[in-house]
């Protein structure tokens, strides 16, 4: 009797230290910014955006309240040249036409950042349907999803399948392992 209890204890802890071990390898390889949204400090990460019909880009641009701003100019650029220009309207909005797929710079104010624009049809799932520019120091809230370690690791789809194969595997050893034994009586 005394085996089987440890028997349960070393299975729990298995279980556990693999959970554990799994979340922290997977949550290194989590992207370090939200995707959709670049900012000015933030310029090494390229986001995916899907041009519609025509070449045309949509984007909204934001000030450092979260607001959109009205009559600002914008600037894309490929390898430190122009290519096009545009003007936010009354509603932050901005729109580009005739644009070819690649990778470009957007600026509009304070806010900037790389966005690798598809043409339609060629986009890949994660691609954004339009660009959001906005100042690297603004904080988007209700941007980050799930907060907290414990909550992160309990997110991630690989901890939630460990958790449940153990939940399922270790009552099916310990089952497994009490029918091998003999009976206690005869």
């Not at 997977?26 to 670049?38: D, K, Q």
């Not at 990460?45 to 009205?70: F, N, S, T, W």
């Not at 603004?138 to 991630?156: C, D, L, T």
């Amino acid at each position: 009797m005394k085996r089987i209890g440890s028997f349960k204890a070393v299975m729990a802890a298995a279980a556990f230290s693999g959970t554990l071990m799994c979340a922290s390898w997977l949550s290194a390889a989590e992207p370090a910014t939200t995707p959709g949204l670049v900012g000015k400090s933030d310029t090494t990460a390229v986001v995916d955006v899907a041009l519609r019909k025509g070449g045309v880009l949509i984007g909204l641009v934001l000030d450092e309240q979260g607001m959109p701003v009205k009559g600002t100019p914008v600037s894309l650029s490929q390898q430190g040249r122009e290519t096009a220009r545009a003007a936010t309207n009354d509603s932050g909005y901005f729109q580009v036409d005739n644009l070819r797929g690649g990778t470009y710079r957007i600026a509009a104010g304070p806010g900037h950042g790389l966005y690798r624009l598809w043409i339609p049809g060629t986009a890949p799932p994660i691609a954004e349907s339009g660009a959001l520019v906005y100042p690297a120091d603004v904080v988007m809230r209700g941007q980050e999803g799930v907060q907290g370690p414990i909550a992160r690791y309990m997110s991630n789809p690989w901890v939630v399948a460990g958790v449940v194969s153990a939940a399922v595997a270790i009552p099916v050893a310990i089952h497994n392992y009490r029918i091998d034994k003999d009976p206690a009586s005869p």
